[in-house]
């Protein structure tokens, strides 16, 4: 069985190390021009080359996305940019824009990957655009298992498929539901979620008068159940999305996967239900099947936008430890206590609890409470801790 | 430049003809939604033989995405057109080329994925693959389709000019989905155009959804009309899509004399005038976050 690449979401240069750390094979992360989360979450290109070098030097990969779909006016300085990612070494692209599939040939040193954008839903396709100079392929998320593993097992170049987070309601790269109702272009980095506003229905002129409100919007892709078939089908990479979401959630879905494929590939796979919890300790919106298991059906859809999401209470990632005092020096993420407990979480996917006695800020006054984002406090921790490791509450 | 417009059924075909219109697009049933009809192969061979001897063009229309379990009935479809090939198959997926081209009707096909072709290198990318043509994204307004159509040199561009514009293409059952959590017969959601969409801050802003076998659109509140801007740039333009769904008969019957002689057009604002985007506005679609 080949074993598949995890790739996980990078948002910027500290969730690319935690993404590495935490199991994944490969970041992905956005250009400052030319990706899809244009507004956030986007890397000059220093960051690039410091991400780079990081992922290489633990033998990892990167790769950056240009997927916006080009207007004429963005064409100017595309060839420019794509040299400069060649010169720094990256390992491939993500393309959608015929315009920037062409570029494939005179950048054979970069993979080119077509990204679900394109909505890539059949074998006949996939042929399409093999011949073009793409070298992989991220599928549609609107297919179900048998529909993958029919194009895997007959494509001519690598398939990648989504595994976890957030779903486009519509087909991606065809909608334009937020350019429509805010004037921001969806496949240009300007997405507003419009599908998962608050709509009422209305029938002619009438207004179906009691009926709840619902969202077009779905739940998140949670696929641990999947994992082996995606796995014997050989599926060349599994993708998380999520490069705006937190190095908490980047860090537990990468590890939990991470376990699970490894699991696989060990041929000493758990019950489900163990990756499934150790996943729910980091999602933050329900989460179900996608379209794995067919077309969904009403319960995977966001219908009431109000209903209550989970929460989860990351609060703290490590910055480093000294031995002879037993304290860890961390960042503070979310509010915690003298007295709490917390759960230590580390890339070696032990898990320990223990109770908070000692918390002093960066001056060594004893503090009580730790309520400022980002703000360097000292901890007691019973046993040793390595920077990246991350302390949640446990409620 | 040719008006394309869509057909319910073939006893259309003439009204539509005296009123000015050159291209006659169907839908062949099971690889299309969408459309008030669909027509078998066979239906459509027939057609395409009439057209023939009676004059204008007959385009067929394949407006879904294609999945594997399409693709044999695709095959059928490409296989049946052979003998006599339509003027052109309009395609929303890529499949359609790729298959077209073991039959030798590539260059038969135009490709309008309603996104997606935005540039000239777009263009140039599609003209090298050996289409017949690309519908521009509908993105984009007329000064664009104008430069881009300018350097398409040998690859025929269209636009869509008249009708709401399609929006969002999801293959979930959306609409049936809510119905049934409101205890309403599902099939009241299937190719029923009295459905609306009204966003809870946008009172009055009310967006057609329709749902078929291949999915649910959503489409925009108010409609494109392309009168100034066909008159404009008809010369570098192929052909004009003008859309049926959600208008009436009246009113799309008027929208295509008026394309076709411009005198009519104050008469189609007198009658059917409202529920247009302003004329002159931009197309609400050109905002992007790509040079943050």
């Given amino acids: 069985m080949r074993r598949p690449e995890l790739l996980a979401p990078a948002g910027d240069l500290e969730r690319l190390r935690i993404a590495l750390r935490y199991g994944a094979d490969a970041v992905y992360l956005g250009g400052q021009p030319y990706s899809l989360r244009s507004r956030t979450a986007v890397f000059p290109l220093d960051s690039i080359r410091e991400g780079v070098l990081y992922a290489h030097s633990l033998g990892k990969k990167v790769y950056v996305t240009v997927n916006a779909v080009f207007r004429e006016e963005d064409l100017l300085g595309l060839r420019d940019y794509l040299d400069s990612l060649d010169d720094i070494g990256i390992d491939g692209v993500i393309v959608t824009a015929p315009a920037a599939v062409a570029e494939a040939s005179t950048h054979p040193r970069m993979s080119f990957h077509l990204s679900t954008q394109q909505s890539v839903t059949n074998l006949e396709?996939?042929?399409?655009?093999?011949?073009?100079?793409?070298?992989?392929?991220?599928?549609?998320?609107?297919?179900?298992?048998?529909?993958i593993a029919e194009i895997v097992?007959?494509?001519?170049?690598?398939?990648?498929?989504?595994?976890?987070?957030?779903?486009?309601?519509?087909?991606?790269?065809?909608?334009?539901?937020?350019?429509?109702?805010?004037?921001?272009?969806?496949?240009?980095?300007?997405?507003?979620?419009?599908?998962?506003?608050?709509?009422?229905?209305?029938?002619?002129?009438?207004?179906?008068?009691?009926?709840?409100?619902?969202?077009?919007?779905?739940?998140?892709?949670?696929?641990?159940?999947?994992?082996?078939?995606l796995c014997a089908m050989g599926v060349a990479s599994l993708k998380i999305e999520g490069r705006m979401k937190s190095p908490h959630y980047v860090a537990t879905v990468v590890s939990v996967y991470r376990r699970l494929i490894d699991d696989v590939m060990a041929g000493r796979l758990l019950a489900l239900d163990t990756y499934d919890s150790l996943l729910a300790r980091g999602e933050n919106r329900p989460t179900g099947p996608g379209f794995f298991e067919g077309i969904p059906g009403p319960e995977q859809q966001l219908s009431d936008p109000g209903a209550p999401k989970p929460s989860q209470s990351f609060v703290a990632i490590v910055e480093g430890y000294d031995p002879s005092l037993g304290m860890a020096t961390v960042s503070q993420r979310?509010?915690?206590?003298?007295?709490?407990?917390?759960?230590?979480?580390?890339?070696?996917?032990?898990?320990?609890?223990?109770?908070?006695i000692d918390l002093r800020d960066a001056e060594g006054m004893a503090i009580e409470r730790a309520s400022h984002p980002q703000e360097m406090l000292r901890m007691s921790v019973p046993w040793p801790v390595e920077p990246l490791d991350m302390f949640r509450k446990v409620n | 430049m040719r008006l394309v417009v869509t057909l319910r059924d073939w006893s259309e075909k003439l009204r539509f003809s005296a009123l000015g219109a050159d291209v006659f697009l169907v839908h062949p049933t099971g690889l299309s939604g969408l459309t008030p009809s669909t027509f078998s192969f066979e239906e459509i061979q027939g057609f395409i033989r009439r057209c023939r001897t009676e004059g204008g063009f007959l385009y067929v229309g394949l407006n879904q995405m294609i999945h594997g379990k399409d693709l044999p009935l695709l095959e059928t479809f490409l296989q049946a057109m052979v003998p006599q090939p339509p003027d052109a198959i309009v395609a929303f997926d890529l499949a359609v080329l790729e298959r077209a081209r073991a039959y030798g009707l590539s260059d038969r096909v135009i490709y309008r994925p309603v996104t997606?072709?935005?540039?000239?290198?777009?263009?140039?990318?599609?003209?090298?693959?050996?289409?017949?043509?690309?519908?521009?994204?509908?993105?984009?307004?007329?000064?664009?389709?104008?430069?881009?159509?300018?350097?398409?040199?040998?690859?025929?561009i269209s636009v869509f000019?008249?009708?709401?514009?399609?929006?969002?293409?999801?293959?979930?059952?959306?609409?049936?989905?809510?119905?049934?959590?409101?205890?309403?017969?599902?099939?009241?959601?299937?190719?029923?155009?009295?459905?609306?969409?009204?966003?809870?801050?946008?009172?009055?802003?009310r967006l057609p959804i329709w749902e078929d076998d291949a999915g649910t659109h959503v489409f925009s509140a108010r409609k494109r009309e392309s009168f100034a801007a066909l008159r404009s740039h008809s010369s570098l333009l192929s052909d004009a899509f003008l859309d049926r769904l959600f208008l009436s008969d009246a009113e799309y019957e008027a929208a295509l004399a008026a394309y076709a002689d411009p005198r009519l057009e104050a008469a189609f604002w007198r009658d059917f005038g409202s529920g247009y985007l302003p004329k002159g506005a931009p197309v609400p679609a050109n905002a992007g976050g790509i040079r943050p």
């Fill in chain 1, 125 to 147: 396709t996939v042929r399409f655009w093999a011949k073009t100079g793409i070298r992989r392929i991220v599928l549609a998320r609107e297919l179900d298992l048998g529909e």
């Fill in chain 2, 116 to 156: 997606l072709n935005t540039n000239s290198r777009d263009i140039a990318f599609f003209r090298s693959a050996g289409l017949k043509g690309i519908t521009l994204s509908s993105t984009l307004n007329p000064e664009e389709w104008a430069d881009l159509a300018r350097v398409a040199a040998g690859l025929e």
């Fill in chain 1, 153 to 229: 097992a007959q494509s001519p170049i690598e398939c990648e498929v989504f595994i976890h987070g957030g779903m486009c309601s519509s087909y991606s790269g065809r909608c334009t539901l937020s350019n429509e109702m805010t004037g921001r272009d969806a496949n240009r980095g300007g997405c507003a979620h419009s599908c998962r506003w608050t709509y009422s229905l209305v029938r002619g002129e009438d207004p179906l008068l009691g009926a709840p409100a619902f969202s077009l919007g779905a739940k998140d892709l949670q696929a641990v159940r999947f994992i082996p078939a």
């Fill in chain 2, 161 to 205: 000019a008249h009708g709401h514009l399609d929006l969002f293409y999801s293959r979930r059952r959306l609409l049936t989905n809510h119905l049934m959590r409101l205890g309403i017969e599902k099939r009241e959601g299937i190719q029923n155009s009295e459905w609306r969409l009204e966003e809870e801050t946008r009172p009055g802003q």
């Fill in chain 1, 334 to 356: 979310n509010v915690f206590s003298i007295g709490d407990l917390l759960e230590h979480f580390s890339p070696a996917g032990e898990l320990r609890q223990f109770r908070l």
